[in-house]
Structures are given as structure tokens and as C-alpha cells.
């Protein structure tokens, strides 16, 4: 069975400061993994997403990701923070095992920025 | 393009009354689905679409239906409305399964709350 987890619910970082947001997941197939950004009231937009090409993945807004087989891990970061990153933000998880792409969600975490 | 669309934005409903939230796409998607997301626990799936009158149940079907008579459109159906589910609801569209093609575009949203 596939599953994600998110490792914080709440992060607080200074602006102009690194962003760490940590994901594990757990994956029967060779998945493909994304991460999601939802901005107050918002809907969710994609930020980055992880198919098996190269293992660090570079998305909108100065953000990367890099995916560790070795350590199931997809962490997001960002190398300075801005006011705008405030957020919530979703590790997905969906199996590269053919049929519907179903999305699975970790908890989220939401990330504040502080001036 | 607007991309996918949802109707309304907020509802108020009271236990037992039936309402259908719409949603709409215009990008020649193939594939729609419905989430809930509710605190601490990111989105779950609640049915989902891979054509036009082609449906499926996702992780959280009950109490709720679905049909999709057009490609563009995929509303969803509460048949009896309960408390439980009060929650913010959203669609998502997707150009099909192939591994490159992943990306979930979602609505903003409908807020529901049941009384």
C-alpha cells in the first residue's frame, strides 16, 4: 500500500531564510511524487513533480525537491524563504502502476514566514 | 482557458437535504476526480473519472454520487446531507494517465457545511 508522510505539521522560518518541508513515502511501485502548494482559501497548485527522470527536481518559485530511494524521502527546500511562501503545502504520492493516477496526500504541512 | 471551475463556492446545508456541486473543465481532460479535504488530513479521494460516462469509486464514496454524461463535466451528488460531511470539496482534471502526464489541475474549491 502506498502512503505519505509528512514529518511536519507546522513550520516557522525568518524571510530570507532556508525552507526544509520533509516527506517520506511508502510505495509498493517506483512512484511518481509531487509536491502541492495551497495558498489561503485557495485551490492547490503544483509546484514540482518527480517521474523517474533526474532525482532533483527543480519547480515554480525557486523551490526543488529531491527524490532518495535509499531513504523514501522527497524533502522540499528553498534557499530563501519569502513572504509569499506562506503556506500549506502537500507531499502526493501516486503509483506508476498503470490505470487511474490516484493522488495520495500526506496531512500537510503549513509553513509561516516571519519578517 | 478558465481552467477547472466549481459551483458554488459555499454552501450551507442542513442534515438530510440533497445538493449536487458542479464542476467544470475546459481543457479536453479525460480524467476528473473529487476530493474532500478536511484539518490534519490532506485530500482523500472521493470518485473519480476516466471518461465520459466511466466512473469509479476513490477512498471515501459513501453518501456520494457521481455521473459524467459530457467530457466536461463532473458533478457530484449528496444524497442525504450529514454533518460528517461537512467539509471543503474539490475537483480536479488531468490530460490522462500516460507517466509524463500525472499533473492534477484543480478548482477552487466548494466550502460545505451541514447542520
Known amino acids: ?115 | 482557458n478558465a481552467g477547472v471551475t466549481q459551483t458554488p463556492k459555499f454552501q450551507v446545508l442542513k442534515t438530510g437535504q440533497s445538493m449536487t456541486l458542479q464542476c467544470a473543465q475546459d481543457m479536453n481532460h479525460e480524467y476528473m476526480s473529487w476530493y474532500r479535504q478536511d484539518p490534519g488530513m490532506g485530500l482523500r479521494l472521493i470518485h473519480y473519472s476516466v471518461g465520459a460516462g466511466i466512473t469509479d469509486q476513490g477512498e471515501v464514496p459513501n453518501g456520494y454520487n457521481v455521473s459524467r454524461s459530457t467530457t466536461e463535466d463532473f458533478p457530484l451528488r449528496l444524497l442525504s446531507a450529514a454533518p460528517s460531511q461537512t467539509s471543503v470539496y474539490f475537483c480536479a482534471s488531468s490530460p490522462g494517465t500516460g507517466q509524463w502526464n500525472y499533473e492534477q489541475y484543480f478548482g477552487p474549491g466548494t466550502r460545505l457545511t451541514v447542520t
Open chain 1, 1 to 115: 500500500a502506498q502512503s505519505v508522510t509528512q514529518l511536519d505539521s507546522h513550520v516557522s522560518v525568518s524571510e530570507g531564510t532556508p525552507v526544509l518541508l520533509r516527506c517520506n513515502y511508502s510505495s509498493s511501485y517506483s512512484p511518481s511524487l509531487f509536491w502541492y502548494v495551497q495558498h489561503p482559501n485557495k485551490g492547490l497548485q503544483l509546484l514540482l513533480k518527480y517521474t523517474s527522470a533526474a532525482t532533483l527536481v527543480k519547480g515554480i518559485n525557486g523551490f526543488e525537491a529531491e527524490f532518495k530511494k535509499s531513504e523514501t524521502s522527497f524533502h522540499l527546500t528553498k534557499p530563501s524563504a519569502h513572504m509569499s511562501d506562506a503556506a500549506e503545502y502537500f507531499c502526493v504520492v501516486s503509483p506508476l502502476s498503470g490505470g487511474y493516477n490516484k493522488l495520495i496526500f500526506g496531512a500537510g504541512t503549513r509553513l509561516a514566514v516571519h519578517p
